[in-house]
């Protein structure tokens, strides 16, 4: 198959990797300059434990790119989605389509630009980090889920699941893409929480004094779900009805340990939330990601305020009022009703 994909960072720069190594002809398109050059000049390498290879492919700026594509791959930051996908959609054949590998519920901002036909859902929680231009850690495996926005089963799905599986074996084709979508914004607050702080992701979610505080975070999103008539979907440890409102709390338990030996397994210790204040210094997907929930159970008349808290204080951090560390962390604790 031949592939755009549009941002080669961390989760972009691996799936295009291993396609391309895998026979596909796959074209990158990132806004950094360094890492194009380095894209051209010696291709895109990926170390970590679980591969370790380069692979060569021509990689543009944004205003470099000519020609059309009808298997677009949307890899940039929630924030960017719709300047992106304003920009790549004179590159979209008329009977292409653009795939979110993003996280959040940017399907929803894709198909306002470029319509439901030409949108394809996705969903991917494997552990990869931008290192430096030209390098990417792809740190550990986790699921890759494909699936169309209205739950049909089509043939471009089959073939384009059958090409992801040339870079996750165990890719999904799924019917219910938003269930898996909207169970990732609630392991997503999650994540966001554990970023408030320097903990990794499973030294955080395996700290007693703040499970109850991660329930509840789920809760919330679940209950949007929920009334919106969403079936959430689990992964990687992650168990939607364990989050459920008359969920016990030893099931809550449970899942949350099975999501603490997840992230032991993987060489990325911390999120990429955690790494984009900490590291890269930079806003986060705060706003993109979490926001939407916060308007879509007010149409439904779900509150949100553990996630509406857990947004200012990832303003704070951001904006360098508070630090990460646990103190800040018992700030969104304190808004436990």
Known sequence: MRFLVWGAGAIGGTIGAHLARAGHDVTFVDRVGEHVAAINSSGLRITGPIAEFATRMPAFSPDELDGTFEHVVLAVKAQDTDAATRSLAPHLAGDGYVVSAQNGLNELVIKSVVGDERTMGCFVNFGADY???????????????????????????????????DF????????NIWGYLW??????????????????????????????????????????????????????????SAFAPEADAARSERSLDEMVAFNRRS???????????????????????????????AEVGVPTP???????????????????SRETLDLLKGALV
């Open 183 to 240: 169970g990732k914004l609630a392991y997503g607050a999650q994540l966001f929480a554990t970023a408030l702080t320097n903990d990794s992701i499973a030294d955080a979610l395996a700290a007693p004094a703040y499970r109850g505080l991660y329930v509840e975070l789920a809760r919330e999103v679940m209950r949007v779900a929920r009334a919106r008539g969403i079936t959430p979907e689990g992964f990687d440890g992650f168990d939607p």
């Open 267 to 297: 060489a990325k210790t911390h999120s990429g939330v955690w790494r984009d204040i900490a590291v890269r210094k930079r806003r986060t997907e705060a706003d993109a990601q979490l926001g939407p929930i916060i308007g879509l159970g």
């Open 131 to 165: 290192l430096e231009p030209g390098v990417i850690q792809y740190a550990g495996r986790g699921a890759v889920v494909v699936g169309e926005i209205d739950g049909r089963v089509t043939p471009r799905l089959v073939e384009l699941h059958r090409a992801l599986r």
């Open 306 to 324: 553990l996630v509406a808290r857990l947004i200012e204080l990832m303003h704070d951090v951001e904006e360098g009022r508070r630090p990460q």
């Open 168 to 175: 996750e074996e165990r890719a999904i084709l799924t019917t």
